[in-house]
């Protein structure tokens, strides 16, 4: 038969790269080899497909069997080759359609008694081929919701390797059925209703937040222990816009590489709240042969939280430093490098002090002053530089719970954010930008829309006095804008700036 070839996916970070594999049946003693750098798991592929294909009624020839994955020089990881691998190693003994398996990616573990077995993944693999050309794809019975989510592919869901090599042409005698293996089930907690309208006072804390939204703006909320700053934080999502196509489907992707069972596309921006012991390891994303991305990555497209900030370790901070300038972090590993998109929007609460009562009115702070400064030095300078938005939540009193006015809600307020967006991408349509928070600063300070120096002044004043960095300058501006978007007006004015100061360094007009 020469030599039968098929496809399969490597996988480094969401990125894809389309693998051949060759398999090739020569006269000598028998033997199963692989060959194009696998690893220990991929290696061990030719036990399990030697017993599958056995259990499956398929037998493979009793010559040398030479496996080649090409590109060679490329490191494959994972059992998601297997289903390739035993393809192309059964088709050389003939009975099988050669150009039906050259035209198909296989994608799937095999169990000992041949079924096919899910595997993380399944959705960044399947846009990876489809991106490559292929247009029919073969994959686990409990992945085929999964990589049904791509379209402009055939996709097969196959229960074992038999059902796979009928549909390659191959007569196959009828087997006792087999049960599909099933996917693990997606063990996140449902989603609760979160409404703005239940946040009590805090009105300065609700504005600040919506234009957080508006423009996709960092934010930092100072307060004591019981003032609202998650509450807050975790109604963010609810007034974000739905995610569209591609971003809902990048989402959903990084949650498939996490090995979280994928049926649908979600199309609420995806909120994360590491707790402040989680390790550099588990916010950025790691391991040694399988990078698996971490709540950096998982907040991407949405929302990362991070609650008691002061109390993360400073080298767990200053891992965000990267991503929120480029939008996107790199793992380096031996061999091998992957990168994951880090597009999220980052929002910071932290305490006034370590016993939180520092500055509250009727409340006893315990904390020495060289305490309260180590406590929040650890909030970096180069960190609270990338912050848009710094504002100070203060506890409810009585009054504001007793007050009757009314609230705003999570509609009204995402309402309001739609309609804030939709004026920024008018304004930004012949740009590659589209929030007010990726707008380059070069662009702000010299492009059509710059202010006037008449509105500029209390920023160039600020500047001038070393109260803001050139960088916290942009950040204003950006700021400016998503105020302006908010208010309906078209060109900035000197009560934009001066309110995005003040929410910026508390510095007045």
Known sequence: MGVMRTWAVALSGLEGTLVEVEADLTHQLPEFHIIGLPDKALGEATQRIRNASENSGLALPKRR???????????????GFDLAIAVAALGTAGGMDAASIAATAHIGELGLDGRLRPVPGVL?????????GVRRVVVPWANRAEAELVTGVQVTGAVCLADVARLHGADVEELPPLEPVAAAADDRPPGEPMDLAEVIGQEAGVEALIVAAAGGHHLLMTGPPGAGKTMLARRLPGILPELDDEAALIAASIRSLGGTAVTRLDRTPPFEAPHHSASVAALVGGGSRIVRPGAIVRASEGVLFLDEAAEHRAGTLDALRQPLETGSIVIHRAGFTASF???FQLVLATNPCPCGNYGVRGAVCTCPPIAIRRYLGRLSGPLLDRIDIEVTVERVSVAHADRGRPSVTTAQARQRVIEARARAAARLRDTPWRLNSQVSGGWLRQGPVTPPPIVRRPLDAALHRGSLTLRSYDRVLRVAWSLADLAGDDRLGPDHIGRALYLKKGIPI
């Open 65 to 79: 069997l030479t496996v080649n994955l090409s590109p060679a020089s490329l490191p494959k990881q994972g059992s």
């Open 341 to 343: 998109p880090a597009r």
């Open 124 to 132: 960044p693999a399947v846009r990876a081929a489809a991106r490559a």
